[in-house]
C-alpha cells in the first residue's frame, strides 16, 4: 500500500502534496469526547420500528457502485434528468447536508440545526485561522420511511450542547454504519469523522482533525480509510481509520482540487470500475454548486465523478433543475441508484421542509 502511495507521490508531484505519512506521536493521541448518549426522539412514539432495513443493504462499492460508473460513462451527450416522484419529508430537517438512501424505504439525512449564527470578523480580519465566530447549535440525525409519506422515524442529535463542533456535512454508508463529519461551522477549523450505528444512531469518533474544517466525506470500507473534503471542497484529506478514535495533527494525505466547475457538498463513494483500472483507489459520485458572483448572482449546479486518489473528475454534468420553491436541485444532501434500465439520483435540497426529488439519468 505504502509503495502505491510512494508511486502516486511521485506521478502526480505537481497536483499531490504528501503531508508526513508517519505521525506516530500524533496518532497515538485519543480523540476529545463525543457525547455517550445520544439524544434521540422516536417520532412514531414506539421505538420498535427498525430504523433501518434488516439485513442492512450493501454499500454501493460492493453493489451498484461499479455498474452506476460504467453506465454514466457510456451515456451519450444527450443524456437528460427525468423527474420520478417527489416525496415531501415530514418534520423540520433544519439545514440538511448529506443523506444515504437505505434500500428502498429509510433515508438517513444529516443536518445541522442552528441556534445562534455566525458572524464574520471586522474588516476580513482572521482569528485563530478562521474568518467568524463559532456559533452554535446541533448536528442531527435523522431518519424517514418512505414508504409512509416521507415520515420522520427518529430525530438524534449528535453533538453535546454548547459544543462549536455541530456542523454535521455530507455522509457516506460503509455497510454497517454511516460516517460523516461533524466539524465547526467555519473554514480552517476542526472536527471529526464520526460512525454512526443503525440501531440508535449512536455516534463514536473514528478521527479527530484539528488541522481544518471538513464539510462532507466518503468511506472505503475495504481499504479502511476515509476523504474527508474541507470547506468547498478545495482539499481531501485521507486518513486510515481503526479500531479507536484518533486526534490527528495531519492527513495521511492531502489531495488538492484542480477543478473549478462545483464545490461538492455530498458524495458517495462508488468503488472500483474493472475497465477503470487508472483510478485503482476508486471513484465517488459528488453533487454540489458554484455560486457565480456579480450582479445577476447564479448558483450552477453539476454532479462529478472524482478520482479518491487524485481528486480528478472523470465525468462532469451540468444540473440545471430547481426544487418547487426555487433551490438549486444539487444542493447539499444527495445519493444514487442502480435501476434496471437506468441510473436513479435523489437531491433534497431544501432547508426545514424538504422535498426528496428523484429524477432518472438516462
Ligand atoms: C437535545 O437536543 C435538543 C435539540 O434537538 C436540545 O435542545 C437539547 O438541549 C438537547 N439535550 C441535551 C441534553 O443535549
Ligand atoms: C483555536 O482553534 C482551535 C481549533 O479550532 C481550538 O481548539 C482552540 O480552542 C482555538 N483557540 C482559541 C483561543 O479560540
Ligand atoms: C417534482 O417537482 C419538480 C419541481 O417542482 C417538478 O418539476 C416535477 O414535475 C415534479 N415531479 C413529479 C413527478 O411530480
Ligand atoms: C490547484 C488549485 O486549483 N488549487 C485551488 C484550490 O482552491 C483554493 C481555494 O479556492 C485556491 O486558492 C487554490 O488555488
Not at 70 to 76: F, G, H, K, S, V
Not at 84 to 91: A, D, E, S, W
Not at 165 to 178: P, V
Amino acid at each position: 500500500m505504502f509503495l502505491v502511495f510512494v508511486l502516486s507521490f511521485l506521478l502526480l508531484n505537481a497536483s499531490l502534496s504528501l503531508a508526513s505519512p508517519q505521525q506516530p506521536l500524533a496518532s497515538s493521541r485519543s480523540c476529545p469526547s463525543l457525547p455517550h448518549k445520544v439524544n434521540i426522539t422516536y417520532r412514531r412514539d414506539d421505538d420498535k420500528t427498525p430504523l433501518a432495513p434488516s439485513p442492512l443493504p450493501p454499500p454501493h462499492y460492493r453493489s451498484d457502485g461499479p455498474e452506476i460508473i460504467r453506465r454514466l460513462l457510456a451515456l451519450p451527450p444527450s443524456a437528460s434528468f427525468r423527474s420520478i416522484r417527489n416525496v415531501t419529508l415530514q418534520g423540520d430537517t433544519f439545514e440538511p447536508e448529506g443523506m444515504v438512501l437505505l434500500g428502498p424505504s429509510r433515508l438517513v439525512v444529516s443536518s445541522a440545526e442552528y441556534v445562534t449564527p455566525t458572524e464574520k470578523y471586522a474588516n476580513g480580519e482572521w482569528r485563530n485561522g478562521t474568518d467568524r465566530t463559532p456559533g452554535a447549535g446541533f448536528g442531527h440525525l435523522q431518519v424517514f420511511d418512505l414508504s409512509d409519506d416521507g415520515a420522520m422515524l427518529a430525530d438524534a442529535s449528535i453533538s453535546a450542547a454548547g459544543a462549536w463542533e455541530y456542523h454535521n456535512g455530507g455522509i457516506d454508508y460503509d455497510g454497517t454504519r454511516i460516517v460523516g463529519v461533524l466539524g465547526q461551522r467555519r473554514p480552517g477549523s476542526s472536527g471529526f469523522v464520526y460512525a454512526a450505528d443503525l440501531e440508535g444512531l449512536a455516534v463514536e469518533g473514528l478521527v479527530h482533525f484539528a488541522g481544518d474544517h471538513m464539510g462532507a466525506v466518503v468511506v472505503d470500507a475495504e481499504r479502511e480509510r476515509v476523504l474527508g473534503m474541507n470547506w468547498g471542497a478545495r482539499k481531501g484529506y485521507v486518513f486510515g481509520i481503526g479500531d479507536r478514535c484518533e486526534e490527528k495533527a495531519a492527513a495521511d494525505r492531502v489531495v488538492e482540487n484542480k477543478s473549478y466547475f462545483v464545490d461538492y457538498q455530498d458524495c458517495k463513494f462508488l468503488g472500483r470500475a474493472e475497465e477503470e483500472k487508472r483510478h485503482e483507489d476508486g471513484l465517488m459520485l459528488c453533487s454540489g454548486v458554484k455560486t457565480l458572483g456579480g450582479r445577476e448572482r447564479y448558483v450552477l449546479g453539476g454532479l462529478a465523478l472524482v478520482s479518491v486518489e487524485s481528486m480528478d473528475a472523470v465525468w462532469e454534468m451540468p444540473v440545471t433543475m430547481e426544487s418547487a420553491r426555487g433551490t438549486r436541485m444539487t444542493m447539499n444532501p444527495f445519493d444514487v441508484a442502480l435501476v434496471e434500465d437506468g441510473v436513479r439520483v435523489f437531491w433534497l435540497p431544501d432547508q426545514h421542509e424538504s422535498v426528496l426529488y428523484e429524477y432518472e439519468l438516462a
